[in-house]
Structure formats: structure tokens, C-alpha cells
């Protein structure tokens, strides 16, 4: 099975991203994800608060055209001290 059998490539791709609640969690992961990808519209980001408001869900909907975007990207956001988790 090839590497790209599971994603196929331009594709619009979901990232979720869990962080600590911050009023610039969502931005910093929009400036994460738009770093390699180009510049993500605010339409592309919708933000969930946990049920006791101490955690954000960050969701971003965004074209990715390779596989080494896709791995770029999630370098990036494992790098990053204020991302908890990202599936």
C-alpha cells in the first residue's frame, strides 16, 4: 500500500487541535497551520470550548497539496508548547 493510499493529494484536510483556553490559542494555531499552507480564512476555523471552559477545540479546514505539507504542518504544531493534542 503506498503512503498516499489513505490521503489523496490536493485534498481539503480537517485538523483538530487541542490547547489550554487562551483568547490567542485559535490564532496561534491559524498562524501554525497557515505558515505552511499559506494564509487560512476565518472561515475555515471554528473553535469548541470544553464543558468546563479550561480547553479549546480548534478545527481548520484547509487545502493541503502534499503529503510533506501534511507532515510540515504537523511538525510544526508538535513543536509548539501551547498544543496539547492534534488528531
Known sequence: MSDDALE???CIYTFKV?????DSFAERVRAIIGATLGEVPGDAVSV???SHGRYLSVTV???VDSRGQLERVYADLRADEQ???YI
Not at 18 to 22: L, N, V, Y
Open 8 to 10: 489523496r493529494f490536493p
Open 61 to 63: 479546514l484547509v487545502r
Open 48 to 50: 469548541r470550548e470544553s
Open 83 to 85: 498544543v496539547l493534542l
Open 18 to 22: 487541542f490547547g489550554r483556553h487562551s
